[in-house]
């Protein structure tokens, strides 16, 4: 049973929300509550220097910060704070509210613009841990997995036709009657039509049957796992079926057109499902939040983006993985997973997304993650020292927060707690990363409280201020007819899956919040 208050809250809400003036007006006023928790962008410092420089203020390859760097002394060896993360013997803990649906919008989300370098894209003249504190970013929620980081890549996913019926859309394929994108190899070699996109990363690492079912997708993570592929591969549909609308409506359009004007659509799409689906899943409050660009056009904070070596260290949510997977409604190993785009091709899009909003993801939190992952963590405690990031304590104070004042204040489980002290003087030591995922989770939502705080404030900062949904530009002629009625029409992702499976999707499951959920 919900709780009283939760009640309580979810009738004051519904009366709210069957006002429109008034729930526009709390709609804006909690967005605005969430990012002005920090300090507004521009950031002075970037990870280019601990002092402010223009080039520190001017070169977005270096990532912004959010604090000042805090070196510090007899911090405990990084590969004793695995313990931390390490599940126990015994059952792998699930979370109450999420499907596999959420951690996989999450990852498709993040690796769009939160790319820290990886060794094949580090550019020469930098020792190989500076990458560490650069990205590879264009800084904007943009799909780049889909479209490209670059123009190049861009123009190498496009068809470029200019015959009625062709016009404006992507490269696709059809296997077994449904519309994929073309694969990255022909016939055991890269095919040179997409040699200019970032080779994916873990293609060294698998073998010829896995690499021969790898899309030619925009962006290098788009392949890592079928959840993130058939994500790419509906916004790939969408984009298509939305083009053939657009075309249709404006027959004398050209190829160019048609796909910037499709492309602008689809991008405002997938902002609309990261806040009325997925920021609403994270919420625990009994109010449906609205994608309304206005709340942006005149508040203090709404600046050009500028990605954050702390906002890269928070998404790092391995331990939401289950060790099963549901694809053809049978239980898969998830390692079994990993670049595998066979279990897509085999089952097909409208079954993949149902079998993964029929599994439980896992609980965020400490002592969960399992034990092949455990490499990931170390690494990213490791990033962060390097980094020299401020502690937990200093980044709750920074959000608002109360600072820890014992280790039970950030874990109510004993044994974190006593763990946590036995590696920390003090809970002002613990590490920034270490803090974010031994903190208790939030009632109601599937995250921790302090990565709750960041994920709201950042997604709310980063979507936003993007420019399409600018003042002088969020308007009918930008996205056409047809353009600006799906956006308006579109209220989740199991929407867009609807017009973009054979026989839509009536009676199927597709959702990030678990059927069975309700509230604590």
């Given at each position: 049973?919900?709780?009283f208050?939760y009640?309580?809250?979810k009738?004051?809400?519904?009366i709210?929300?069957?006002?429109?003036?008034?729930?526009?007006?709390?709609?804006?006023?909690?967005?605005?509550?969430?990012?002005?928790?920090?300090?507004?962008?521009?950031?002075?410092?970037?990870?280019?220097?601990?002092?402010?420089?223009?080039?520190?203020?001017?070169?977005?390859?270096?990532?912004?910060?959010?604090?000042?760097?805090?070196?510090?002394?007899?911090?405990?060896?990084?590969t004793?704070?695995?313990?931390?993360?390490?599940?126990?013997?015994?059952?792998?803990?699930?979370?109450?509210?999420s499907?596999?649906?959420?951690?996989?919008?999450?990852?498709?989300?993040?690796?769009?613009?939160?790319?820290?370098?990886?060794?094949?894209?580090?550019?020469?003249?930098?020792?190989?841990?500076?990458?560490?504190?650069?990205?590879?970013?264009?800084?904007?929620?943009?799909?780049?997995?889909?479209?490209?980081?670059?123009?190049?890549?861009?123009?190498a996913?496009?068809?470029?036709?200019?015959?009625a019926?062709?016009?404006?859309?992507?490269?696709?394929?059809?296997?077994?009657?449904?519309?994929?994108a073309?694969?990255?190899?022909?016939?055991?070699?890269?095919?040179?039509?997409?040699?200019?996109?970032?080779?994916?990363?873990?293609?060294?690492?698998?073998?010829?049957?896995?690499?021969?079912?790898?899309?030619?997708?925009?962006?290098?993570?788009?392949?890592?796992?079928?959840?993130?592929?058939?994500?790419?591969?509906?916004?790939?549909?969408?984009?298509?079926r939305?083009?053939?609308?657009?075309?249709?409506?404006?027959?004398?359009?050209?190829?160019?057109?048609?796909?910037?004007?499709?492309?602008?659509?689809?991008i405002?799409l997938?902002?609309?499902?990261?806040?009325?689906?997925?920021?609403?899943?994270?919420?625990?409050?009994?109010?449906?939040?609205r994608a309304?660009?206005?709340?942006?056009?005149?508040?203090?904070?709404?600046?050009?983006?500028?990605?954050?070596?702390?906002f890269?260290?928070?998404?790092?949510?391995?331990?939401?993985?289950?060790?099963?997977?549901?694809?053809?409604?049978?239980?898969?190993?998830?390692?079994?997973?990993?670049?595998?785009?066979?279990?897509?091709?085999?089952?097909?899009?409208?079954?993949?997304?149902?079998?993964?909003?029929?599994?439980?993801?896992?609980?965020?939190?400490?002592?969960?993650?399992?034990?092949?992952?455990?490499?990931?963590e170390?690494?990213?405690?490791?990033?962060?020292?390097?980094?020299?990031?401020?502690?937990?304590?200093?980044?709750?104070?920074?959000?608002?927060?109360?600072?820890?004042?014992t280790?039970?204040?950030?874990?109510?489980?004993?044994?974190?707690?006593?763990?946590?002290?036995?590696?920390?003087?003090?809970?002002?030591?613990?590490?920034?990363?270490?803090?974010l995922?031994?903190?208790?989770?939030?009632?109601?939502?599937?995250?921790?409280?302090?990565?709750?705080?960041?994920?709201?404030?950042?997604?709310?900062?980063?979507?936003?201020?993007?420019?399409?949904?600018?003042?002088?530009?969020f308007?009918?002629?930008?996205?056409?007819?047809?353009?600006?009625?799906?956006?308006h029409?579109?209220?989740?992702?199991?929407?867009?899956?609807?017009?973009?499976?054979e026989?839509?999707?009536?009676?199927?499951?597709i959702?990030?919040?678990?059927?069975?959920?309700?509230?604590?």
């Amino acid at each position: 049973m919900p709780s009283f208050s939760y009640s309580i809250r979810k009738i004051l809400f519904s009366i709210v929300e069957a006002m429109p003036p008034l729930d526009a007006w709390v709609n804006r006023w909690a967005i605005n509550r969430v990012v002005k928790r920090a300090r507004f962008r521009p950031h002075p410092l970037s990870t280019e220097r601990d002092y402010v420089s223009w080039q520190g203020l001017t070169d977005r390859r270096w990532s912004a910060r959010h604090l000042p760097p805090r070196p510090r002394e007899n911090a405990p060896d990084p590969t004793a704070l695995r313990d931390l993360f390490a599940r126990r013997a015994g059952a792998q803990r699930l979370c109450p509210k999420s499907t596999c649906l959420f951690p996989a919008f999450a990852q498709y989300l993040t690796d769009g613009f939160i790319r820290t370098e990886s060794e094949t894209l580090t550019p020469d003249g930098h020792g190989p841990e500076s990458r560490l504190k650069r990205n590879t970013s264009n800084h904007e929620i943009d799909l780049c997995p889909l479209y490209g980081r670059r123009q190049d890549q861009t123009n190498a996913l496009r068809l470029k036709s200019s015959d009625a019926g062709q016009r404006g859309r992507l490269k696709s394929q059809m296997i077994n009657g449904e519309e994929y994108a073309p694969f990255l190899y022909a016939k055991g070699k890269l095919d040179p039509q997409f040699a200019v996109l970032d080779p994916p990363l873990g293609d060294s690492s698998i073998d010829d049957a896995r690499r021969t079912t790898l899309f030619a997708f925009g962006g290098d993570r788009a392949n890592s796992v079928p959840q993130v592929s058939m994500l790419n591969t509906l916004f790939l549909r969408e984009h298509n079926r939305l083009a053939g609308e657009i075309e249709g409506a404006h027959p004398g359009w050209d190829d160019d057109r048609v796909f910037e004007t499709t492309r602008n659509a689809v991008i405002v799409l997938f902002i609309k499902m990261v806040v009325e689906d997925y920021i609403n899943h994270i919420s625990p409050l009994p109010f449906t939040l609205r994608a309304d660009p206005s709340v942006a056009w005149r508040a203090p904070w709404n600046k050009p983006n500028w990605i954050t070596t702390e906002f890269s260290l928070l998404y790092r949510w391995h331990a939401l993985i289950p060790d099963q997977v549901k694809w053809g409604g049978e239980m898969h190993p998830v390692h079994h997973t990993f670049m595998n785009n066979a279990l897509l091709i085999d089952h097909g899009l409208k079954r993949a997304f149902s079998g993964v909003s029929q599994t439980q993801a896992a609980e965020l939190g400490p002592r969960n993650t399992a034990e092949h992952l455990l490499h990931i963590e170390e690494a990213s405690i490791r990033q962060d020292r390097f980094c020299q990031l401020a502690s937990f304590s200093d980044y709750c104070a920074y959000m608002g927060q109360d600072r820890p004042a014992t280790f039970e204040a950030i874990s109510s489980d004993p044994e974190v707690a006593a763990a946590l002290a036995e590696h920390y003087d003090s809970p002002r030591d613990v590490d920034f990363h270490v803090g974010l995922f031994c903190e208790d989770r939030v009632p109601n939502s599937p995250l921790p409280n302090l990565v709750l705080l960041f994920v709201a404030l950042d997604a709310f900062s980063q979507a936003f201020s993007n420019p399409l949904l600018s003042e002088h530009v969020f308007r009918r002629e930008t996205f056409s007819g047809p353009g600006w009625d799906a956006i308006h029409s579109t209220d989740t992702i199991r929407d867009i899956v609807e017009r973009n499976v054979e026989g839509g999707v009536a009676g199927t499951f597709i959702a990030m919040t678990r059927d069975e959920w309700r509230p604590e």
